[in-house]
């Protein structure tokens, strides 16, 4: 069964920090690049970080830059997003998905998923 399990997310102030974990079993996780979402409310999906199969390419939507950074664990089966100098702006709940050889560059990544995690809800206020 394929399965990609969240944590991490929780209450924090302003200018705080989370990490992120996504857990994946059931697929070959090696192959597969993971990409993290982010949904708040009344707002559209949108990407917020990528990283590919082995580890070596990574992506950051310009709003995150320098303040999130992505790695995995392939030993692991799983996906880390440290999140620096939170902002209220970052509210959301935050997914993460998978994608079998996934595009990733420093420019874009490949946002059409093969499988989704349920998310974890991150909330930025003081």
């Known amino acids: 069964q394929v399965q990609l399990v969240e944590s991490g997310g929780g209450l924090v102030q302003p200018g705080g920090s989370l990490r992120l974990s996504c857990a994946a079993s059931?697929?070959?996780?090696?192959?597969?690049?993971i990409v993290w979402f982010r949904q708040a409310p009344g707002k559209e999906r949108e990407g917020v970080s990528c990283?590919?199969?082995?580890?070596?390419?990574?992506y950051y939507t310009d709003s995150v830059k320098g303040r999130f950074t992505i790695s995995r664990d392939n030993a692991k089966k799983t996906v880390y997003l440290q999140m620096n100098n939170l902002e209220p702006e970052d509210t959301a709940v935050y997914y993460c998905a998978a994608k079998l050889y996934g595009l990733v560059t420093v420019t874009r990544c490949d946002y059409v998923m093969d499988y989704w995690g349920k998310g974890t809800l991150v909330t930025v206020s003081s």
């Open positions: 990283i590919n199969h082995s580890g070596g390419a990574t």
């Open positions: 059931g697929f070959p996780f090696y192959y597969y690049a």
